[in-house]
């Protein structure tokens, strides 16, 4: 069966009923839907409809505060503190924005310090409109313990994803968004749905064994970091950044024992956003110049360049949803 092509914006409507119909405020549910429909659009199919199930259970589980609206610290030098108060780290973000903007422009450098805040999507949506702008965002968040140190048998880390944007001239910013795991956890959800094997250096099983089964990792077994110890050591980063600077939650910390259903780990998320007008032009350029001379060396795919192909197809013709994904949601409706 053949993919249905629906316009963008009818897609946020559609998911922010769905968030409506669960209790959430319309603001809310307005920045969820936004969110899970950019990804949806931009092909990063483990962050978008995929996880409406999540949000659904998450929410009917009384888990954090879904519904809460942030409380802003904003100090007076370039550190912004946000206790998300178990609400959602986009809603956290949408908040402080105005006044994380002001402080870059005005001294160059800032940072965003969120805690008790739910993530449960990509990161390329919260750095990426930075780039937009003419500014630099780099973001780390970490998330539930489904990640063994290397060499390890016990989940320690969350998948700890980062993400990276910047402007480029002539060209969409130079984003990347990648897990400190060998994939992301909903890439394993979505490969024991399809049952898809996995490479063998994955993830090991309950008995700390290698294996690439999905199946086996999601059963009382964990993702491996990628690079090994490399990896590991950026995920431990991670923490320390997202959890132990912020006052959020470490992933090995997320219990969800009393909230049967619970999926989205409540932690944190830092963000640091820089001017590069500071340090004198011609910055977009540069990158510019750079990323044509990695495409001219043989790496002609660069990150980013496959979600905005996929993007500008979706404007033309509309966001593809499977028989499934529609299904899935009408229930929801």
Not at 7 to 22: G, S
Not at 74 to 96: C, E, N, S, T, Y
Not at 237 to 260: C, K, M, N, Q, Y
Not at 276 to 284: L, N, Q, V
Request: hydrophobic share 45%; net charge negative; aromatic share 6%.
């Amino acid at each position: 069966m053949t993919d249905t092509r629906v316009p963008f914006d009818d897609l946020v409507q559609m998911l922010a009923a769905i968030f409506l119909r669960q209790g959430l405020p319309e603001h809310i549910a307005g920045i969820l839907a936004a969110n899970c429909a950019a990804c949806q659009r931009d092909g990063a199919l483990s962050h978008g409809v995929f996880r409406i199930p999540g949000y659904v259970s998450t929410i009917n589980s009384g888990w954090g505060q879904p519904e809460a609206m942030p409380v802003i610290d904003p100090g007076d030098g370039a550190l912004i503190g946000v206790d998300a108060r178990g609400g959602f780290a986009q809603v956290a973000l949408d908040h402080a924005r105005a006044l994380l903007l002001d402080r870059v422009r005005a001294q160059g450098i800032a940072a965003l310090s969120i805690r008790h805040s739910q993530h449960f999507s990509a990161l390329w949506p919260d750095v990426e409109p930075f780039a937009e702008n003419g500014l630099v965002a780099l973001s780390v968040v970490n998330s539930m313990a489904v990640v063994a140190p290397a060499p390890g048998a016990a989940p320690v880390f969350g998948t700890n994803p980062m993400g990276f944007s910047c402007p480029r001239d002539g060209q969409p910013p130079y984003t990347w968004d990648q897990a400190a795991s060998a994939l992301a956890h909903g890439d394993v959800q979505i490969a024991a749905r399809e049952g898809h094997m996995l490479p063998a250096d994955a993830g090991v099983d309950a008995h700390g064994q290698p294996t690439g089964d999905p199946a086996k990792i999601l059963d009382g077994g964990a993702l491996l970091p990628f690079g090994g110890h490399k990896g590991a050591s950026i995920a431990m980063t991670i923490e320390i950044l997202a959890a132990a600077f912020t006052g959020g939650a470490f992933s090995a910390e997320v219990d969800w024992t009393d909230h049967p259903g619970a999926r989205i780990p409540l932690t944190g998320q830092f963000l640091l956003v820089m001017d590069p007008s500071r340090g004198g032009t011609g910055f977009a350029a540069r990158v510019a110049q750079l990323s044509d001379t990695v495409r001219a060396a043989g790496q002609q795919r660069l990150p980013g360049d496959r979600r905005h192909r996929i993007r500008a197809d979706a404007q033309a013709r509309g966001v593809a949803l499977s028989p499934d994904d529609l299904t899935m949601l009408n229930s929801y409706l």
